[in-house]
């Protein structure tokens, strides 16, 4: 069936450093992938997503890429603060229908001050 | 406000206990999802309704059962409690004319079963 793979389960940075988390898809006619922030106690929010047809995307400091060939994706955040330690969530939408995503296992980004 | 909005926030219950998770949403969308958080697994789909007649099976919907009692309202029951469904739980919802497919989140449900 469809699977995300998302690495590394657990990434520490130190504050202004950049990171990187990547996800695999295994289902080639998925076509928007999404990125969801989820900090403790909460539920988790989207950052930002990109669809089949573009390669990347930025938004301010955080910026997403995706590899249809490889069937990668990655979420890049550059000068990381504080406030930017979640946890990190890719999805992939299955050829079943764009309302139902596939999650990825989840990434802990913990930004060392 | 909260837009989504789930209750409990947190519960603890013994197995074979009968026990229902609410939602409710202000945000008008027609679909709803119920999520399942586990360390390590991420979120899985448990059940989503696309409207008040439409309700179908997620990834493990084996255990649970679902509610859509209205627009705004979608429960959650777990007929009879076993340890393993201890977790924390969101109910989500979408839009189906927004482009982007972007769910919103509730807060979630911790839930333990002893």
């Known amino acids: 069936g469809e699977n995300v793979e998302q690495h590394p389960s657990t990434l520490s940075v130190q504050e202004g450093d950049s990171a990187v988390i990547k996800c695999t898809y295994s289902?080639?006619?998925?076509?928007?992938f999404p990125w969801y922030k989820q900090e403790l106690g909460k539920g988790p929010q989207l950052i930002i997503d990109?669809?089949?047809?573009?390669g990347e995307k930025k938004d301010q400091r955080i910026a997403v890429t995706l590899n249809k060939t490889a069937k990668h994706f990655s979420l890049h955040i550059t000068e990381t603060q504080p406030e930017d330690s979640a946890v990190y969530f890719c999805?992939?939408?299955?050829?079943?229908?764009?309302?139902?995503?596939?999650f990825g296992t989840g990434t802990r980004l913990k930004v060392l001050a | 406000d909260a837009d989504v909005t789930q209750t409990p926030r947190n519960r603890i219950t013994k197995t074979g206990k009968r026990i229902m998770l609410e939602c409710s949403q202000t945000?008008?969308?027609?679909?709803m999802y119920w999520y399942r958080q586990d360390p390590g697994l991420g979120l899985r789909l448990i059940y989503y309704?696309?409207?008040?007649?439409?309700?179908n099976k997620g990834e493990i919907s084996d255990g649970y059962s679902v509610s859509r009692q209205a627009q705004a309202k979608f429960s959650l029951s777990l007929e009879s409690a076993i340890p393993n469904q201890t977790a924390l739980y969101f109910c989500?919802?979408?839009?189906?004319?927004?482009?982007?497919?972007?769910?919103?989140f509730g807060p979630g449900t911790r839930l333990t079963v002893t």
């Open positions: 989500a919802t979408s839009d189906p004319r927004d482009i982007s497919y972007e769910q919103y």
């Open positions: 289902d080639s006619a998925s076509n928007y």
């Open positions: 990109i669809r089949s047809n573009v």
């Open positions: 999805a992939a939408t299955p050829t079943s229908g764009t309302y139902k995503y596939i």
């Open positions: 945000k008008g969308h027609d679909r």
């Open positions: 309704s696309f409207d008040v007649k439409d309700i």
